[in-house]
């Protein structure tokens, strides 16, 4: 399949979805694939025009991790390392690895709401772009696994940062040590999912959260998002103030002055997205 057809993209109402496209292989990720999910996340940050962003898996699974078989798929750097990957130092490897990562870090720090809908695996690095998102919808037939010890790894760069963060530092190391599947109920249990559907309406219960984001205000979701980020690294004192900062900021946008607006003439609000 060619990488054009790997990640299928459509907008509508506000929201952008890209679907991971490789039914056949769990949608595995190869290098071309990651790069240019990067560059659809770097857009829709830029694009006044997307207010959501949703990333899904085709078929029955979201994301089983990168594709090692294919390694890059015609990459030439790839090629070699299929050949002979002792070749390479652990720099060069290091190197490859961040540059294949910062996809996780465009999700984690993108000013829109961004969610995953999942059903079936997500392991390795695909569990870590669920963790990457804001919201994880997933299936009842969804599951998670981290992988990385099966496969004599210590984690996509990354993945404990987002998974600790998620669950708390002693089920990440549960998680993590033990590498066991996580079933849809135990991740909705432990945060790791935020809500849980059958499969058969999993779209259409994710469509309503969507809808929900593209029609609300998107200034407001970009400080709220900026604040959670900020608290995990800021002092109680400075985080205060960070989010009265953002506060002044937003209540004198269109949407903070429209919700002010609609609550007194008892209607519902036309957010704007500023």
Known sequence: ????????VTEEGGAMTVTLNRPDRLNTLTWPMVARLDELVSQANRDPGVKVFVLAGAGRGFCAGHDLGAMGDGDALSEKWKDNPIWFEPEQVAARMIEDSQIFISLFRMNKPTIAVMRGPAAGSGLALATACDLRIVSETAYFKTSYATAGRCGEPGSAYLLQRLVGPAKA???????????????????????????????????????????????????????????ERLSFEDTVSSEAAGNARASMSHDGKEAGMAFMEKRAPAFRGY
């Open 1 to 8: 399949m060619s990488e054009k057809t790997d990640l299928l």
């Open 173 to 231: 190391r549960e998680f993590m040590l033990l590498d066991e599947k996580i079933d849809a109920q135990t991740a909705l249990a432990y945060g790791l999912a935020n809500k849980v559907f059958a499969d058969d309406v999993l779209d259409a219960e994710a469509a309503k959260i969507v809808a929900k984001f593209a029609s609300g205000p998107g200034m407001s979701y970009a400080g709220i998002k900026r604040n959670l980020n900020a608290a």
